[in-house]
């Protein structure tokens, strides 16, 4: 089963279940948000999650670009990437959690063919502010999947204040021996699915009222599920990046955590310059500034020649056509040159700073740091990685 059987497969189970898919939205959100890109399938909803009326109704589905930064020191490993597809189902107040539950239970058994022995779930077991999900609780138990109590891990926010609420989350055992421990205990249980019900507000002194309306809102990597169905260890591994494991090492010979990286923060690149963003010192073109330079850091430390004017296009091509983005593949690899270009004079300039005798042979000042910064245009984390080097 590819990544577009998966999505298509997702996506039919719940307009059969009188859901309404809602087209995904770019990763920029609309004007006036803080937030600097769409982080998650519900970010887009949150006037809806809040009471104000949807005009395709109260049963969604959609499958929605994200990007996270939070996971950008962890990605290399073998489950997190910076852009990634969101798989997403809503009840805007009409259905509660134990339905969602049901449903997503038949989804994974029925319809992508999961062993029900592989699945664990959590559950949230109360605090002083708010009891037990019990109902949660009862539906998992109706169907004999083993659950773990938790709170925090199983409490829903979008921040401090804010709609929030207890949660349920789907774990699928990867382990080569039979299931053994909880989710908590043992990170072969790998999280594939997040079901929130999100009932309450938090207030600013910190206590609960209830939204106008009892939503529930799910969320399911799209790229994770597939791997985890094609039976595959990596998320680079399964055929979402056939392409790019097929055409990067012979160009570039990398150990496996640097392909990872590189594939990663390359094809979330073209993404993001495919949603119209372009490198800049603040803001989303500071995050595109960054994933450029991470991957020429890396391409640069055995082989400065290296450039990315050798990046094929057929990735470029084969990455827009994935996200629906008309853009010519010539304009994207052109803004990758171009910060390319940019990057090698800021690194001989820092080489050239960072040489003189002040600042050898020990550890440099925060006052320091600031002024190579707004002085001589060097970020901290170049900085840094240059006296590494």
């Known amino acids: 089963m590819n990544s577009e059987l998966v999505k298509r497969t997702f996506v039919e ?20 948000d803080p937030v600097l890109f769409t982080t998650s399938g519900m970010h887009p909803l949150t006037p809806y999650l809040e009471g104000r009326e949807h005009p395709l109704g109260r049963r969604l589905v959609n499958v929605q670009r994200c990007l996270r930064t939070t996971d950008l020191e962890e990605v290399g490993d073998l489950t997190h990437l910076t852009v990634f597809e969101m798989l997403g189902s809503w009840s805007l107040g009409d259905y509660e959690g134990p339905q969602s539950l049901d449903w997503g239970y038949g989804l994974l058994t029925e319809g992508f063919g999961i062993d029900p022995g592989l699945l664990h779930v959590t559950v949230f077991g109360g605090d002083e502010q708010c009891g037990p999900d019990t109902r949660s609780l009862e539906l998992w138990q109706r169907h004999g999947v083993p659950v773990e109590l938790t709170v925090e891990d199983n409490w829903w926010s979008n921040g401090p204040t804010g709609p929030c609420g207890p949660d349920s989350e789907i774990f699928l055992w990867t382990g080569d021996t039979p299931p053994e421990s909880t989710p908590t205990g043992d ?20 206590s609960l009222v209830p939204l106008p309306q009892r939503n529930v809102d799910t969320g399911l990597g799209l790229e994770r599920l597939t791997t985890l169905l094609q039976g595959r260890r990596s998320v680079f591994d399964c055929d979402v990046f056939d392409p790019w494991r097929r055409l990067l090492p012979p160009l570039w010979p990398l150990d496996e955590p640097s392909l990872r990286l590189v594939s990663d923060h390359l094809r979330s690149s073209v993404v993001v310059i495919g949603d119209g963003v372009r490198p800049g010192n603040t803001g989303r073109g500071y995050v595109l500034r960054r994933l450029v330079r991470r991957v020429l850091t890396v391409l640069w430390q055995d082989e400065p020649g290296r450039s990315l004017g050798d990046l094929p296009q057929e990735l470029v091509r084969h990455t827009l056509d994935r996200f629906g983005q008309d853009v010519d593949p010539g304009l994207v690899r052109q803004v990758l040159l171009e910060e390319e270009r940019g990057f090698g004079r800021l690194l001989r300039r820092g080489r050239q700073v960072l040489s003189r005798p002040r600042y050898q042979g ?28």
Do not use: C, F, K
């Open 13 to 32: 189970y719940y307009q059969d279940r009188g859901h309404r898919r809602i087209t995904g939205s770019a990763l920029l959100p609309p004007p006036g």
């Open 187 to 206: 990170d072969r249980w790998v999280e594939v699915w997040n079901h929130v019900m999100m009932r309450h507000r938090r207030l600013e002194d910190g």
């Open 362 to 389: 020990r550890q440099l000042t925060e006052e320091e740091l600031n002024y190579l910064h707004d002085t001589h245009g060097l970020p901290r984390e170049l900085v840094l990685s240059l006296r590494e080097s």
